[in-house]
């Protein structure tokens, strides 16, 4: 099994930043691709970035494009978010997800293992 911790969420003004962070433990796997999603009340849930195992090409959602940043540290078997310029419908629960792959993937159901989410909370 492999657990995923994140932290780094909260309460920020708009226009504010924040840094998500996901360390993975367990029995970690090689090569994994990691990816953020984030559901809002009666929302489904969307992936907002995903990074393949090498940090190459990386996917964002059209509606973050430009403000936020994923990266990951395979060392520490962790990844980030950075989120800038922050608007109030970015609030959500932000979730971090890791698969078996060698490529990047941003659907919901390839996923395998899930993190328990973290609150970002935008104020306006």
């Known amino acids: 099994q492999v657990q995923l911790v994140e932290s780094g969420g909260g309460l920020v003004q708009a226009g504010g930043s924040l840094r998500l962070s996901c360390a993975a433990s367990?029995?970690?796997?090689?090569?994994?691709?990691m990816g953020w999603f984030r559901q809002a009340p009666g929302k489904e849930r969307e992936c907002v970035g995903a990074?393949?195992?090498?940090?190459?090409?990386?996917y964002y959602a059209d509606s973050v494009k430009g403000r936020f940043t994923i990266s990951r540290d395979n060392a520490k078997n962790t990844v980030y978010l950075q989120m800038n310029s922050l608007k109030p419908e970015d609030t959500a629960v932000y979730y971090c997800?890791?698969?078996?792959?060698?490529?990047?993937?941003?659907?919901?159901?390839?996923?395998?293992?899930w993190g328990q989410g973290t609150q970002v909370t935008v104020s306006s």
């Open positions: 367990g029995r970690t796997f090689t090569p994994s691709a």
């Open positions: 990074i393949p195992w090498n940090g190459g090409l990386t």
């Open positions: 997800a890791v698969v078996r792959s060698r490529v990047i993937l941003s659907e919901v159901k390839k996923y395998d293992y």
